[in-house]
């Protein structure tokens, strides 16, 4: 018996121990990665993060944008606290009631609480909180694998519940919680709220307003201990570990722990604070003997508080970035950390470790990871110390200098070296080769290599800003420091051009479908591939997709849909997309087309928005291109055409008249005047040097509209005149000294077609005869403007770009052209008058609504004067009746295209117009204050 047992427990400690040598094994096979991959970890890891879609801090090296409240106050707010002033006034005379009536509360925790994870559940809990005299709250962050942090959870606890709020899953939708906290009636309890008030700015811009911290109550009435750990064994006798907060608060589901955790965090602060309340209140009556003194010791912890909520979230923006990492690494080491080296005082030493460290602070903030997570400090000090050569000796040194440290200290298992690293070893080639070079060229290029537009890693909400930003800030720098070195903007224009010539040529052109996202990822307008051209060549958008085509800027425009005064924004904010639901990307979609609705007799055009609905992205990509098609059909079917064709002089008239028209496609024939136009003055100023293909294809698009007859240049000049009004060819006569025998009757079929026409535009030749005026239609000019091309392009704004730039002084020519390709392709994107100027092609006040006559610059249509001969023809044979029967022809396109699932209650196809909306429909005129006045 007494040996079977013995053999037993040899037998026990053998496996044991070869279990420990199989783990130990494994455990070291997991640390030492090998170094093979080559492309991006990003690529094939997933991270929580990178399913939001509104980041209010990203990685950029730019400042932290805070909440801007009122109008009154324009400017981007910095270094305002939006509720500086309830703040102030709590501060100044907090006469809160502070009896949160929880002397009877149940202390016992149960293990129910409420899991927040949906929108709908987010909603219920605001109305919960919004019913609430006090509320209290703790926040769990995760920072390992993020640059900046977020917040993965935030625990509410009421008197009745505990809600725990899934932050990731709800990361877009968080903001609704604003007013709650917001409101200085509401009190909120934290414990230690320094960093969750900043946090909660950081991520959703929820202000603390009316704070309660327990912490500070503890300061006031000088306890031993103000740790929550203390205080919930104190005043709860609950023991907490502590050591949780620092576990992975991302992972999904939390563990029984965690969740416990989580909840006890919050569940006792109103309790606590009520007890913590209590004996402030017995100080100040015992020591009340000047009644200036009453409450001493409560206003005191409540202003401390709430001096708290006055902090502002700032991101830290080096101007060398790394550098103040590489400083302490540095004198960590001369001040004998690990004995002192020599090495620490090598000049060449100091150098390497400021390489390192700037490259790790620009690859955190591209992967968004933290600094620790892509390259330890130690393993800088291993790295810049022995300078390897080659990749092998790298992660070799790397994971070296991360085991001695970890078998010292308790500090968590990380992959070393990291995924970073590994996949991008070969920007230690730049960091140790070229060590005379400046270190901000290392950092440039390196910029380039990952996020350029052939960049290595993955775009994201995170890093997208860095490229712009960076670029401006280190031109400056460079361009103030010397002179002659080439600048991060060259590389990346010719990385750019170099793309675009990859990406557009040789492939067959893709209208209307083209799409600009703004830097933070929202879409701004569709549009077409010359106008995408405009951007990526000038360096000032990247290529994010590639079917169909679509650019982010990496510039800020400066009208954006979520201005404070932008009518859209605030209009479409309660809103989604009702094809699918989408809420956060949105555009204006008009089911029945400008082109006709523009015609419509004024009293049936009044309940517009019954007809304008929002659409995300990829619904209003299918219901524009069904509508395209539909288009096609209307023309077929009425023997109408899309487009003006053969538009002839009187003297051309009888060759004309030689071609048969009937035999003319009445969809693919033709052109439209805008079209047309942009075509015959890239051919006239810049013909000689275009490309074959290109001159080309403009030239048919001209010939089309000479119904396909070799052309002059008198003819292209003929052309320019298209759709112009008597007063702009006076002008143009004026400037160019011009003869224009052709500027009477230019061949319109008739005088209504030709003020149809007149509407189509902008008259982009005002703006070229501003250009061209001196210079003449010649393509000098153009030149001369291209040359002023610099840095300071990265100043255009959406706004330059899209209106008469009079005062404008880089590239006009180019802009008169863009501004043509523009106004062409934005059929079902929205335009604001010119004279406005902010956002111009996007989101208009006024809409086809308004009738031409009152202003002539509104109507963009490319279809000449289709949509006017559609509607007159059915108001000549059917009526009025035949208009509305148009529109449900229309509203049954959209409804076949998209089957929309979220269409406000009251819409139907059958709409007759007089149908009342419902008294809370956002779809309401009466209601909606921001609906355009027009009508
Ligand atoms: P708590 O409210 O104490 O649970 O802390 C909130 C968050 O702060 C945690 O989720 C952690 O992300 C972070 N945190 C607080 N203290 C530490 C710490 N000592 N080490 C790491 N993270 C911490
Ligand atoms: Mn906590
Ligand atoms: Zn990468």
Redo the contacts with the bound molecule.
Sequence with gaps: MESKEKIKIVVAIASFAVLSIFFTAQYRKRRYRKCSQS????HTEPKPQYSFKRVLADNSYSAFKHLKLGESNSETSLHSHPYEAEISALLENAEIEFSFGTESMDLKISDSYVWVETELQLKELVDVLSKQRVFAVDTEQHSLRSFLGFTALIQISTQNEDYLVDTIALHDALDVLQPVFANPSICKVFHGADNDVLWLQRDFHIYVVNLFDTAKACEVLSKPQKSLAYLLETYCGVATNKLLQREDWRQRPLSVEMLEYAQTDAHYLLYIANCLIAELRQHDSENSCCPDDKLRFVLEASRRSNTVCLQLYIKEIEISPGESAASSIISRHLNGQGGISSKACDLQFQDLVRRLCTWRDL?AR??DESLRYVLSDQAIIALADKVPTTQKEICTLISQADLNVDSLSSSSILPSPSP?VC??LEDFNYLFKDKMGKLDDVFLEILQK?LGPDG???LSVFNYAILSKTNLKLTNRLVSKQNGIKNSRQVGQKASRELFVKKFSCKSPVYHNCRIFASDGRLLCYCDRRKLEWYVRRGLAKLVDDNPLAIMLLFEPKGRPEDEDNDFYVQSKKNICVGCGEKNHYLRYRIIPSCYRMHFPEHLKSHRSHDIVLLCVDCHEVAHSAAEKYKKKIAAEFGIPLFVQKVVDSREAQIASQLSTSEVNTVEAGVSPLQLRTAAMALLRHGPRMPSNRREELRQTVMKYYGGREITEEDLEKALLVGMSPHERKRLERKKGMSLKHSKGTGFPNKEQESNARSMGTSPIDNVLKVDGEGGLNTTKGEACGKQENGNDLEITMEVLASDSNNLSSDRSEMSEMKDTCVMDTDNCESRSQSEGTLDLFYPKSDGNASPKHNPKLSLLGHGPHGKEVVDHLLKEYGEDGIRQFCQRWRQTFVEAIHPRFLPAGWDVMHSGRRDFGEFSVYNPAKNAFAPANG
Excluded at 39 to 42: A, D, P, V
Aim: with cysteine; glycine share 0%.
């Design positions: 492309s991006c970890y990003l690859m591209i992967h970073v996949s991008h990952h290595s890693c993955p």
